[in-house]
Nanobody, 124 residues
Framework: QVQLVESGGGLVQAGGSLRLSCSASGRTFSNYAMGWFRQAPGKEREFVATISGTGRLSSYADFVKGRFTISRDNVKNTVYLQMSSLKPEDTAVYYC?????????????????WGQGTQVTVSS
């Protein structure tokens, strides 16, 4: 059974940084892309970033390019999201997910398993 556990969320002032972690178990981690998504109150869940199984390929939503960095450690079975220059509009619950293939993909339907989410709140 695949399990994903996110951590690292919290309250931060605008312009600050946070690093989210997602620990995975139950699959051969390096065989699958991983993604980060977020959902703000009253809004649909949206794509943030994705990384291939090897970690060599990644893709970002336009609104986080240059501010967020996704990475992974296949020895620790963990994917990270380093968030910098945070803005109040980044406030959301952030979810990690396991992709259906090794290649990075952006659509929610391409992800099989989801974590429980971690709250990120950015104050102005």
């Amino acid at each position: 059974q695949v399990q994903l556990v996110e951590s690292g969320g919290g309250l931060v002032q605008a312009g600050g940084s946070l690093r989210l972690s997602c620990s995975a178990s139950g699959r051969t981690f390096s065989n699958y892309a991983m993604g980060w998504f977020r959902q703000a109150p009253g809004k649909e869940r949206e794509f943030v970033a994705t990384i291939s199984g090897t970690g060599r390929l990644s893709s970002y939503a336009d609104f986080v390019k240059g501010r967020f960095t996704i990475s992974r450690d296949n020895v620790k079975n963990t994917v990270y999201l380093q968030m910098s220059s945070l803005k109040p509009e980044d406030t959301a619950v952030y979810y990690c997910a396991v992709g259906a293939t090794v290649l990075p993909v952006t659509g929610l339907r391409n992800y099989d398993y989801w974590g429980q989410g971690t709250q990120v709140t950015v104050s102005s």
